[in-house]
């Protein structure tokens, strides 16, 4: 099974635009939500549990989500082929730094996504 790969991390000034790609090929046919999370630099030794939901695409229900922090600056979406996962994210802001993760789940519940897939993450640094 292939692994989920981040790319398109690094350094933008505050105000700037990036966009993050994720290979999800492997994922697609059993997985119900694919999406982004971070992970803030002071929460990196929490692992997992440290990270928050950024943005998704699920099957069930058909949507995208955002976090409220994100909404109107960040989009995610897929490409034509489905087999690569994009987080196209503008107008960044410092408190946006850290370290993006693709996941993939095959199961939700209330909101918790179960026995996830994680890639190794791509850094964003967002200075002021």
């Known amino acids: 099974q292939m692994p989920l790969v981040e790319s398109g991390g690094g350094s933008v000034q505050a105000g700037g635009s990036r966009t993050l790609s994720c290979t999800v090929s492997?994922?697609?046919?059993?997985?119900?939500?694919l999406g982004w999370f971070r992970q803030p630099p002071e929460k990196e030794h929490e692992g997992i549990p440290g990270r928050e939901g950024v943005a998704a695409i699920c099957t069930v229900g058909n949507g995208t989500y955002y976090a409220d922090s994100v909404k109107g600056r960040f989009t995610i979406y897929q490409d034509t082929t489905k087999e690569t996962l994009y987080l196209q994210m503008n107008s960044l802001k410092p408190e946006d730094t850290g370290m993006y993760y693709c996941?993939?789940?095959?199961?939700?519940?209330?909101?918790?996504?179960?026995?996830?897939?994680w890639g190794q993450g791509t850094r964003v640094t967002v200075s002021s």
């Open positions: 492997g994922y697609v046919p059993r997985s119900i939500c």
């Open positions: 996941a993939a789940t095959a199961q939700v519940v209330r909101g918790n996504w179960i026995d996830s897939a």
